[in-house]
């Protein structure tokens, strides 16, 4: 059973237009929602999180929108720069530690 | 600190062989976290350690996988024996003691060919 559902699978935006990336979850004992950013080669690295308390985080460009009653919540990545192009993965942490959805490819065209 | 490392960052083996897979935490995390990545699956979680110990190994595919936390500093996840549909990239990560809403830093991944 997925735990964490993300989509779409992959994403082509043109620079300077808005990402949108999106999550729904069903255990609604996941109390954390981090989302990582992963190029080739690399690991996955946290890019920005969020608390179900919480129905929205903006940390520069990137901004995470949480929807508790729903149990969704997505990504927006405002004026898309191709240094974001990679591949984006949303998660959710509960006692067993992190699930993460099956990520999502960013390409963004100059 | 240097991060998570693992190694090594490329293995290929023959199947039938056995292949050990290695992972330095950060010093001072107390959990540890196998994944696996593949284009059909996306990253897994194998199996989580918190202070040593296994709490939940769900993720692991098969009794061909097994995985150890001797001590604090080191984690080893073992295929034995390795088949090609293991091929991935294999993935530690650790994270800190304060809580589980905290950010695991991940190495850069062992990735494994079996052939």
């Known amino acids: 059973q997925q735990q964490v559902k993300q989509s779409p699978q992959s994403l082509i935006v043109q620079k300077g237009g808005i990402s949108i990336i999106n999550c729904a979850y069903e255990n609604t004992a ?3 929602f981090p989302w990582y950013q992963q190029f080739p080669g690399k690991g996955p690295a946290l890019l920005i999180a969020i608390r179900p308390d919480v129905s929205e985080k903006k940390e520069g460009r990137f901004t995470i929108s949480f929807n508790k009653s729903a149990k969704q919540f997505s990504l927006h990545i405002m004026d898309s720069q191709p240094g974001d192009s990679a591949t984006y ?9 992190l699930t993460f959805g099956k ?3 960013l ?3 100059p | 600190d240097a991060g998570v490392i693992q ?5 290929v083996t023959e199947m039938g062989q056995e292949v050990t897979l290695r992972c330095k935490p950060i010093s001072g995390h107390n959990s540890l976290f196998w994944y696996r990545q593949t284009m059909m699956r996306g990253l897994e979680l ?3 350690f918190n202070n040593n110990v296994p709490i ?3 993720g692991m595919p098969e009794d ?3 995985a150890k936390m001797p001590n604090a500093s080191f984690s080893t996840l073992k295929i034995q024996p390795s088949e090609p549909r293991d091929s991935a990239v294999y993935f530690c990560a650790s994270s800190s003691p304060s809580g589980h809403n905290t950010e695991a830093f991940f190495g850069q991944g062992t990735r494994l060919t079996v052939v």
Not at chain 1, 89 to 97: E, P, R, Y
Request: net charge negative.
């Open chain 1, 107 to 109: 390409i963004i065209q």
């Open chain 2, 64 to 66: 061909r996988f097994s």
């Open chain 2, 7 to 11: 190694s090594p960052r490329h293995e």
């Open chain 1, 30 to 32: 996941f109390d954390y």
């Open chain 1, 103 to 105: 990520g999502t490819h």
């Open chain 2, 46 to 48: 194998l199996i989580y």
């Open chain 2, 56 to 58: 939940d190994d769900s």
């Open chain 1, 89 to 97: 993965f949303c998660a959710a942490i509960g006692m067993g530690g």
